[in-house]
DNA sequence: GAGTGGTCTAGACCACAAT
DNA sequence: TTGTGGTCTAGACCACTCG
């Protein structure tokens, strides 16, 4: 971390979350920051920039920057790995390759990884289990410029997704997800042990690489009771405001 | 629209729609845009950097920056408004109060809204309708601060979002969702004529002003098959890539 | 009116990618 | 090696908030 605005991020961060700046509190302003750290103001403003971006900071114009939260607001990421997720929340991930096969792309597949019709993919089911529990099932389909790299990983992986990183250098650039509700069918209740038509979570995906090629695309179906998506969000912009907002009560800086 | 880069972003963004620039090519250089549009180059910069984060773009150092997509990715906004989702997807949203009353906060709703326990709060039960069906039941409650705007507000209000934003100066900031499944209550079973038991996408969340004041809370539950909730994120950092990866096909600009 | 953040400039140097 | 994006500077002016 040699650049200089990650540093004066990182540091206010962590200023933030022991209080130094207590939400509700005023964060100095750019100049004088910019003064503390011995930097011009725009590396100051690329680093709190960072930190609007985070939903930790609320920023007018004209006005000092105020915290709003401790802790900086999880992000979406955690719809791209559920083994990376569990270890951030201290659980125990596991996953059991049930069936692995290689045959043509259906129409939706096709469309979705952006292969030629019929070109062969790979379809894998699997069951994961939290701290070794069955929780979920998934459905996914690889197209074929990553199918040997995952064939070839052991069936009881945890992490495909770290997997296919190390194996192939295939990493994920950017996700689409579609949540919606929908009942047990035979093959989840029997692997996981609930009646049919039971209300379970889907969470269908596609990932791509940073470049823009998608790779994988799956249907995940959670155990009901079992999970909750939980998304933190900021207002993309000032929008619709009126008249004047009235401001939290200030509070001075520790 | 007075400021440079907002302009400039705008121009972009509808030259990629328009397939000036068709997915998988390249951006011109960050110094001949700025020749062209008689700016800086950090001005550009500030343009190009909206895009990115928008999903329109992969950008490495050193290489120029590729177009992903020709369609703005969608953004979480919509979780925040069912009216203003169904007027961007040319749908027509309905909205009745069905119930609307005021008791004491319970310990959930003291700790979503920050409110002191027991203060009255405003409890309402909507039934929500897309192209005149029902499919959705909302149980919100309000901060008692913003109560008696929505208490004001017509029974057959489409958007209490903007009735509120207008009554009341109040509008969205941040927000904090979070998606299960559950099967269908009584109740709900009965306004949307489905059977006990359906699997309904459940989405609860808290929605603050921009300076962090929670205001109000709820619980939607969504007719069976009727919602998806999509989302598209980007990968936060450049993670662990390894070695080089491969670029896509390059096509010229038009 | 003083202070603060938002925008913009004109230049510089470096790190990385492509050739 | 050359071109490109990433970082940074030192200064300027404007728009807005707040006392």
Redesign the interface.
């Known amino acids: 971390m040699v650049v200089q605005h990650r540093q004066i991020a990182e540091d206010l961060r962590r200023q933030i979350a022991a209080s130094v700046y207590p939400?509700?509190s005023c964060l100095p302003p750019e100049t004088e920051m910019a003064a503390r750290y011995g930097v011009s103001r725009g590396t100051v403003r690329q680093a709190v920039v960072a930190l609007q971006?985070e939903?930790l900071l609320?920023t007018?114009q004209g006005a000092r920057r105020?915290v709003?939260?401790t802790a900086p607001?999880q992000?979406?990421?955690r719809?791209?790995s559920f083994a990376q997720w569990a270890a951030e929340n201290g659980r125990s991930a596991g996953g059991l390759i049930l069936r692995l096969r290689r045959t043509g792309a259906t129409a939706e597949q096709t469309a979705a990884l952006q292969v030629a019709a019929g070109e062969e993919v790979l379809h894998v089911l699997r069951l994961r289990t939290l701290d070794g529990e069955p929780i979920l099932v998934e459905r996914i389909v690889y197209a074929s410029w990553v199918a040997d790299a995952v064939a070839g990983l052991p069936r009881d992986t945890v992490s495909l997704t770290?997997g296919l990183?190390?194996e192939a250098?295939v990493?994920?650039?950017?996700?689409?997800?579609?949540?919606?509700?929908?009942?047990a069918r035979v093959l989840e209740a029997s692997l996981l042990g609930i009646r049919r038509?039971?209300?379970?979570?889907?969470h269908r995906y596609v990932i791509s690489?940073?470049?823009?090629?998608p790779f994988v695309t799956s249907d995940d179906r959670?155990k009901?009771g079992t999970?909750?998506?939980?998304?933190?969000?900021?207002?993309?912009a000032?929008?619709?405001?009126?008249?004047?907002?009235?401001?939290?009560k200030p509070v001075p800086p520790a």
């Open positions: 939400p509700g971006a939903g609320d007018r105020t709003l939260r607001a992000n979406l990421a719809l791209q770290e990183a190390e250098g990493t994920h650039g950017h996700g689409r997800h579609a949540i919606e509700a929908i009942g038509g039971s209300p379970m979570l889907r690489t940073a470049d823009g090629r959670y009901p999970m909750s998506i939980t998304v933190d969000n900021a207002a993309p000032r929008s619709i405001a009126r008249g004047t907002r009235p401001r939290a």
